[in-house]
């Protein structure tokens, strides 16, 4: 079973940075970043291999927003930058094994955190 914990949300202006960290009790193979805003369905925000070498990104948050994993530590971190008031939202880990992680639906995650809130004010 894997566990994943995540930290570092919190309120921040617009234009502002915060970075998420997702920290995991075991190990598998691909992660992932989704979120969920009030009234609105969850999305996928950012994606990553085993590896590290590849990731994979929702056209929102392209530019913005950079996923990275430390396999030493454990964790796999999302970077967002320039924040906008449209990316507040519960923002949630995820962990699996499939190889069409990168597609960014979530029925290719096996594992997943409680979230963490995430609010930009404008």
């Known amino acids: 079973q894997v566990q994943l914990v995540e930290s570092g949300g919190g309120l921040v202006q617009a234009g502002g940075s915060l970075r998420l960290s997702c920290a995991t009790s075991?190990?598998?193979?691909?992660y992932g970043w989704f979120r969920q805003a009030p009234g609105k369905e969850r999305e996928f925000v950012a994606a990553v291999s085993w590896s590290g070498r590849n990731s994979y990104y929702a056209d929102s948050v392209k530019g913005r927003f950079t996923i990275s994993r430390d396999n030493a530590r454990n964790t796999v971190d999302l970077q967002m930058n320039s924040l906008k008031p449209e990316d507040t939202a519960v923002y949630c880990c995820?962990?699996?094994?499939?190889?069409?992680?990168?597609?960014?639906?979530?029925?290719?995650?096996?594992?997943w955190g409680q979230g963490t809130q995430v609010t930009v004010s404008s």
């Open positions: 075991g190990r598998t193979v691909n």
């Open positions: 995820a962990g699996g094994s499939s190889s069409n992680y990168h597609t960014g639906l979530s029925r290719f995650y096996d594992y």
